[in-house]
């Protein structure tokens, strides 16, 4: 049995201590928001509440908002591992690098459209994929810990994980936000579904997207600059032959993956 020091009790939070919990782990619970707090104690996602972020345990597990959980990192908590499951790598992996802190950086790519620890659920990292990026703690520990939850780890590097990352998730928020912005005076009958699902991007919550287009924006324009190239070149030359294939294979490797 591990006691796990968890901070940032929302969806991701909640749901990874629900599982936790089912094989019989601790989960203490940290967060500003004493509601969502209290919530996850009801739910029985957390054992109980640290109204301060210390003490020893056998893992920490930093689930909060990427500015919160990069100034964590200097709590006078204890623990042989050390993994947070944040979109943005390379920023957190050398902060604590820096602080000597055995970490090890994650990002589970699952999630929902809901938030706080009501839309938690169990299983829901459940054969998704789970990046792992080194940042000198216990790699091996951090496999086991992914697999424990059913899903799927894989290691990169972390500047490779957010240069990726730019482009299949960070960029199309972006996108979706400035879609917002140039559709405010259409008509609602002229916003087709294509359109709405893309909305569904910049309807995330606000704060969250900011931080992580702060820390990751170089990688992120970068990505905007590649794809507006290759937007060009495909409205100049006319060549749209392949693509749709292209999009076929993507999403039936990714529906491959998720079963």
């Given at each position: 049995?591990?006691?796990?020091?968890?901070?940032?009790?929302?969806?991701?939070?909640?749901s990874?201590?629900?599982?936790?919990?089912?094989?019989?782990?601790?989960?203490?619970?940290?967060d500003?928001?004493?509601?969502?707090?209290?919530?996850?104690?009801?739910?029985g996602?957390?054992?109980?509440?640290?109204?301060?972020?210390?003490?020893?345990?056998?893992?920490?597990?930093?689930?909060?908002?990427?500015?919160?959980?990069?100034?964590?990192?200097?709590?006078?908590?204890?623990?042989?591992?050390?993994?947070?499951?944040?979109?943005?790598?390379?920023?957190?992996v050398?902060?604590?690098?820096?602080?000597?802190?055995?970490?090890?950086?994650?990002?589970?790519?699952?999630?929902?459209?809901?938030?706080?620890?009501r839309?938690?659920?169990?299983?829901?990292?459940?054969?998704?994929?789970?990046?792992?990026?080194?940042?000198?703690?216990?790699?091996?520990?951090?496999?086991?810990?992914?697999?424990?939850?059913?899903?799927?780890?894989?290691?990169?590097?972390?500047?490779?994980?957010?240069?990726?990352?730019?482009?299949?998730?960070?960029?199309?928020?972006?996108?979706?936000?400035?879609?917002?912005?140039?559709?405010?005076?259409?008509?609602a009958?002229?916003?087709?579904?294509?359109?709405?699902?893309?909305?569904?991007l910049?309807?995330?919550?606000?704060?969250?997207?900011?931080?992580?287009?702060a820390?990751?924006?170089?990688?992120?324009?970068?990505?905007?600059?590649?794809?507006?190239?290759?937007?060009?070149r495909l409205?100049?030359?006319d060549?749209?032959?392949?693509?749709?294939?292209?999009a076929?294979?993507?999403?039936?490797?990714?529906?491959?993956?998720?079963?």
């Amino acid at each position: 049995m591990m006691r796990v020091a968890l901070a940032g009790v929302g969806m991701i939070g909640s749901s990874l201590a629900l599982d936790l919990r089912d094989q019989g782990h601790q989960i203490f619970g940290f967060d500003p928001n004493a509601g969502h707090l209290a919530e996850a104690e009801a739910m029985g996602a957390i054992d109980g509440i640290l109204t301060e972020f210390k003490g020893s345990f056998d893992l920490v597990l930093l689930t909060a908002l990427p500015n919160a959980c990069l100034s964590l990192l200097d709590s006078p908590c204890e623990a042989p591992l050390w993994l947070d499951v944040g979109s943005v790598k390379a920023p957190i992996v050398q902060a604590a690098q820096a602080r000597s802190r055995p970490f090890v950086g994650g990002h589970p790519l699952a999630g929902s459209a809901g938030s706080g620890p009501r839309a938690a659920r169990r299983r829901l990292f459940s054969g998704r994929g789970f990046a792992l990026c080194p940042g000198g703690g216990p790699l091996d520990q951090a496999v086991s810990l992914v697999q424990s939850i059913g899903a799927l780890p894989f290691v990169l590097p972390a500047d490779v994980h957010d240069r990726r990352v730019a482009q299949s998730s960070h960029l199309l928020y972006l996108l979706s936000a400035a879609l917002a912005s140039r559709l405010t005076d259409t008509p609602a009958e002229l916003i087709g579904p294509a359109a709405f699902e893309w909305l569904r991007l910049a309807s995330a919550p606000a704060p969250l997207y900011q931080e992580i287009l702060a820390l990751n924006g170089e990688a992120v324009r970068e990505a905007l600059e590649e794809l507006t190239k290759e937007a060009k070149r495909l409205l100049d030359h006319d060549d749209f032959a392949g693509t749709e294939q292209q999009a076929r294979k993507i999403r039936e490797r990714w529906e491959s993956d998720a079963r």
